[in-house]
């Protein structure tokens, strides 16, 4: 029996980005093949990228906004396919981000940010626990109250 192929490891830092009004921003996704989904910011490290650098990166490129990632507060590892096809293990870190405006750039955006990324938007808490949209994370309510709990 061959054993399956390695898995790589993808790093990323992701961003839980909250409004004056408490709110999270997502990002709906529009991938051929795949439902709609909404996501939060964030993205793969550069090779030897420390996960906060990547995150103010992250936040600058996706939103046009800059802002202190502060610490990371959460951690997960988990299988995935990427938006490019290929099998993956994530590696990823959270952090939280409040920030004073709500007006989004998405002129940092990459050639295929650009096409899959198709509408950023401002969730409340009440609309993150009954969305008819697949959301990730799935517990982005529980990140949102561990993120709380450890500032």
Same mark, same amino acid.
């Given at each position: ?20 009004? *408490? ?51 959460? #951690?997960?590892?988990? *299988? ?6 290929? *099998?993956?293990?994530? @590696? ?22 650009? #096409? ?12 993150? #626990? @009954? ?7 799935? *517990?982005?309510? @529980? ?7 450890? #500032?």
């Amino acid at each position: 029996m061959t054993p399956a192929p390695s898995r790589r490891i993808r790093r990323a830092a992701r961003l839980l980005v909250l409004d004056p009004e *408490d709110r999270l921003l997502l990002f709906r996704f529009h991938v051929a093949g795949r439902s709609p989904f909404w996501a939060a910011v964030g993205g793969e490290c550069d090779p030897d990228e420390p996960f906060e650098l990547a995150a103010r990166r992250e936040l600058f490129e996706e939103t046009g906004l800059s802002a202190d990632p502060g610490s990371e507060f959460a #951690a997960r590892s988990y *299988d995935f396919t990427s938006l490019e096809g290929e *099998d993956v293990t994530a @590696d990823e870190r959270f952090f939280q981000v409040r920030v004073t405006q709500t007006r989004i750039d998405t002129a940092g955006h990459t050639e295929l940010e650009r #096409a899959v990324m198709q509408q950023p938007r401002w969730f409340t808490r009440a609309e993150l #626990a @009954d969305w008819p949209e697949r959301i990730f994370p799935a *517990d982005v309510l @529980d990140l949102l109250d561990l993120a709380e709990e450890l #500032a």
